[in-house]
């Protein structure tokens, strides 16, 4: 059974920083294409970041970019969301996911995405 487990949501200020991580368990990610999405409320999920199967590409949502650093550790199967200067429209439950093995580049659609946890909330107060 798939299941990826993300962890590292919580409250935090305006300004202020937070690592989300992500686990795999029941399948190796090292052969995929990562991805994080998030969900805003009243919104419907959306793009944040994705990563290729190597760690050497990567994309942005253009209203992350430059704050927030997708990376990986393929040794121990983990994602991971460095999100800096946080703001209070980054509040939102954040989800990662994962493309199907061999499809190993990024994509920012979330159709793309074949297994994606049960998402971390991500609450930034002013």
């Known amino acids: 059974q798939v299941r990826l487990e993300e962890s590292g949501g919580g409250l935090v200020q305006v300004g202020g920083s937070r690592r989300l991580s992500c686990v795999a368990s029941?399948?190796?990610?090292?052969?995929?294409?990562l991805g994080w999405f998030r969900q805003r409320p009243g919104e419907e999920r959306s793009f944040v970041a994705s990563?290729?199967?190597?760690?050497?590409?990567?994309r942005y949502s253009d209203s992350v970019k430059g704050r927030f650093t997708i990376s990986r550790d393929n040794a121990k199967n983990t994602l991971y969301l460095r999100m800096n200067n946080l703001q209070v429209q980054d509040t939102a439950v954040y989800y990662c996911?994962?493309?199907?093995?061999?499809?190993?580049?990024?994509?920012?659609?979330?159709?793309?995405?074949?297994?994606w946890g049960q998402g971390t909330q991500v609450t930034v107060a002013a």
């Open positions: 990563i290729n199967w190597i760690g050497m590409s990567t």
């Open positions: 996911a994962a493309r199907g093995t061999l499809y190993t580049e990024i994509s920012d659609e979330s159709y793309d995405y074949e297994d």
């Open positions: 029941g399948r190796t990610l090292g052969n995929s294409a």
